[in-house]
């Protein structure tokens, strides 16, 4: 078995460390895509792209004007990365948050939720948002 100790564990997609992270470098502008690169290496994610990815489709969401901010967004400007969420990056963070969702073999934060046993508890509204982010791709 695997051991793995999280921080801040949550079903909500701002309520975990990976997610906490993101939000503070876009607070302090340090955000690009390229620093998150080495999360999403490599045919298994690991729990940090796991995290950082559903994040991201909320994120994405907001940038587009689709959603409300998020409550964990609210104190945050995103004007400055909004122009970074191009449709390349809304592909990409879709294909990511896909590889997060579909099973444990290729997602370690499924892996922990299954094995939590919460698994929908956390999937669903992640899910749900993937799809509203899909949706918006032509």
């Known amino acids: 078995t695997k051991e793995c100790h999280m921080g801040a564990w949550s079903s909500e997609p701002f309520g975990n460390d990976g997610a906490g992270d993101l939000v503070a470098d ?8 390229e620093g ?4 999403f ?9 796991g995290q950082y990815a559903i ?5 994405a969401l907001v ?3 689709t959603e409300p901010a998020h409550p964990a967004l609210a104190d945050v400007d995103l004007s400055k990365v909004a122009p970074l969420f191009t449709e390349d990056k809304i592909r990409w963070i879709v294909e990511m ?4 969702l579909t099973d444990s073999e290729s997602s370690e934060l499924y892996e922990l ?10 999937r669903t509204p992640s899910v ?11």
């Open 97 to 100: 948050a896909d590889r997060a």
């Open 113 to 122: 939720w299954e094995e939590a046993g919460s698994l929908d508890e956390w």
């Open 55 to 59: 994040a991201l489709v909320e994120i």
């Open 26 to 33: 876009i607070q302090h502008g340090e955000f690009s895509f």
């Open 41 to 49: 290496e490599g045919d298994y994610l690991e729990v940090d792209g």
């Open 128 to 138: 749900e948002s993937l799809d509203r982010l899909r949706a918006t791709l032509t």
């Open 63 to 65: 940038v587009q004007g």
């Open 36 to 39: 998150l690169g080495w999360a």
